[in-house]
């Protein structure tokens, strides 16, 4: 299983930014997917998240309407879509998986791919 | 939303010692269709992301030695490390996935004294 994050970019507030997951090693449209982040120094935060087929997403409060998580399961790639991006956005944003068995249970994670937000 | 209190936020122990975390949520997270704890630990080492440790609260993730337990139901929850490893050296996360937003706690950092 790989996940590699990329799109990650300094940008200026109120800009967007669009991240992507390129999967491999599984049968990527078997799974749910999750985007969470990491502020600089700080602990996790959950994101998003999509169902196998894409009809269902769920979104953490704060970016519902800024972010927009989509999956193209032809391409075996997860993206995020960022806009009216604040300083507070600037995190390490982690693609992870969810279990076969329960998709929430985030169980293979790539490395991150770091956004940073600032004029 | 559901809050996740972790404490405490940093813990030094020696090596071969046992180490305790708690997690507190804010509400229950045991599921009554399936008597299940909807409810994760990660281990997160400098310049990681994190890793799976323990899932459904108390079952342990394939390839996780069993020093590393999950114990507790409903709103309080409990990591153990039976015997510390200077391996071990991490922060250490709970996460509900009961509902969203699926919450992280705030992560304890452990060290060795």
């Known amino acids: 299983v790989q996940l590699v994050e990329s799109g990650g970019a300094l940008v200026q507030p109120g800009g967007s930014l669009r991240l992507s997951c390129a999967a491999s090693g599984f049968t990527f449209s078997n799974y749910w997917m999750s985007w969470v982040r990491q502020s600089p120094g700080k602990g996790l935060e959950w994101v998003a998240n999509?169902?196998?087929?894409?009809?269902?997403?769920y979104y953490v409060d704060s970016e519902k309407g800024r972010f927009t998580i989509s999956r193209d399961n032809a391409k075996n790639s997860l993206d995020l879509q960022m806009n009216s991006l604040r300083a507070e956005d600037t995190a390490v944003y982690y693609c992870a998986r969810g279990r076969d068995t329960y998709g929430f249970i985030l169980d293979y994670w790539g490395q991150g791919t770091l956004v940073t937000v600032s004029s | 939303d559901i809050v996740m209190t972790q404490s405490p936020d940093s813990l030094a122990v020696s090596l071969g010692e046992r180490a305790t975390i708690n997690c507190k949520s804010s509400q229950s997270v045991l599921h009554s269709s399936n008597n299940k704890n909807f409810l994760t630990w990660y281990q997160q080492k400098p310049g990681q992301p994190p890793k799976l440790l323990i899932y459904?609260?108390?079952t342990r993730e394939s390839g996780v030695p069993d020093r590393f337990s999950g114990s507790g139901s409903g709103t309080d929850f409990t990591l153990t490390i039976s015997s510390l490893q200077a391996e071990d050296v991490a922060v250490y996360y709970c996460q509900q996935y009961y509902i969203t937003p699926h919450t992280f706690g705030q992560g304890t950092k452990l060290e060795i004294k």
């Open positions: 459904w609260a108390s």
């Open positions: 999509i169902k196998q087929d894409g009809r269902e997403k």
